[in-house]
């Protein structure tokens, strides 16, 4: 038996990176019997075959786990955004940072495109949430030095809308990979997914990164479910406030006595934070009151 962790999965195989070698894996069936599909960032016991292929054969306890994508035991979500086209909305990151928060995993915001326009918007919102921040330019290399430090010593999943330049960054950390990359349609304001699977790459510095497809598929009802029931805690600076509400069980949307709407009103809360997570809670109590008619 072999210890080693998955670094890429594709098409139903699994490849398990080794103290000796990379050895690409079959999951025995037993995974499937028990509902468990091994992930990308999974740490594995492996047997090695006559064929020189291996066999997935234990998955050791994981920190965290996420079904789309499909990844494991990250250290930090890295969120790629920019205030150029593709313009991103600030609720598509408020969904990631809460959904990050719920797995226990860090949050780092990365602004890229600051060459073509000077962020503004965001970095304001997200200083005063406590999310670290990290400008930069994948066209000029401006930013890079800081964003490789900030990920150094963990293993990091790139996230982002389409568009936005995750495969640029990660060209501009590491030429190695020569990721593609996609061009930006003018038409539509958007770019085409150019992420066709996940995969976990080792940069010169020695930090290690996912690289993931976009915020449309970190949809999955079971998760949303989870989030409804812990979304105040995934707000962090919700936090000094969530025992100060007047109410127990108090929603923080309308109530009175609501401490964290009085944080609002008083300038310690960001406006545009509690806007996404009013509009969370609403998606959210949408889809448990459609998944209790269901049941």
């Given amino acids: 038996m072999t210890e080693g962790r998955i670094v890429k999965a594709l ?38 075959l ?18 789309r994508p499909a990844v494991a035991n990250i ?4 969120i790629i955004a920019s205030e ?3 313009e991103t909305s600030p609720f598509l990151i408020d969904r990631m940072a809460a959904i990050a928060e719920l797995k226990q995993c860090g949050v780092l915001l990365v602004i890229n495109k600051c060459d073509l326009t000077p962020p503004t918007v965001l970095p304001p919102i997200y200083r005063a949430a406590g999310i670290p921040i990290c400008c930069v330019s994948a066209e000029t290399g401006a930013g890079m030095e ?16 389409s568009g936005v330049g995750k495969s640029s960054i990660l060209n501009r950390l590491d030429p190695r990979f020569a990721l593609s990359t996609g061009e930006i349609s003018e038409k539509l304001g958007r770019g085409r997914h150019t992420t066709r699977h996940v995969e976990l790459f080792t940069l010169q510095s020695g930090a290690e990164v996912v690289d993931t497809p976009g915020f449309s598929t970190f949809e999955e009802e079971e998760l949303n479910l989870q989030l409804k029931e812990a979304l105040p ?39 545009s934070r509690h806007e996404s997570y009013l509009r969370l809670h609403r998606e959210l109590k949408d889809l448990r009151e459609w998944n ?4």
């Fill in 11 to 48: 098409s139903g195989f699994y490849y398990v990176q080794t103290a000796e070698a990379l050895l690409q894996c079959r999951a025995r069936g037993k995974f499937r019997k028990d509902g468990l599909s091994p992930l990308v960032g999974d740490r594995v016991e492996v047997r090695t």
């Fill in 146 to 161: 800081e964003l490789s430090g900030l990920i150094s010593g963990k293993l990091s999943a790139f996230t982002g809308n």
């Fill in 84 to 86: 150029a086209v593709p």
């Fill in 233 to 271: 805690e995934t707000f962090r600076e919700f936090a000094p406030y969530l025992d100060a509400c007047r109410y127990v069980g108090c929603s923080h949307t309308r109530e009175k006595g609501c401490a964290v709407l009085a944080a609002v009103r008083a300038g310690a809360i960001h406006p």
């Fill in 75 to 78: 250290d930090q979500l890295v």
């Fill in 50 to 67: 006559e064929d020189g292929s291996g066999m997935v054969w234990e998955i050791t306890p994981r920190r965290n786990a996420f079904v």
């Fill in 292 to 295: 209790q008619r269901r049941t």
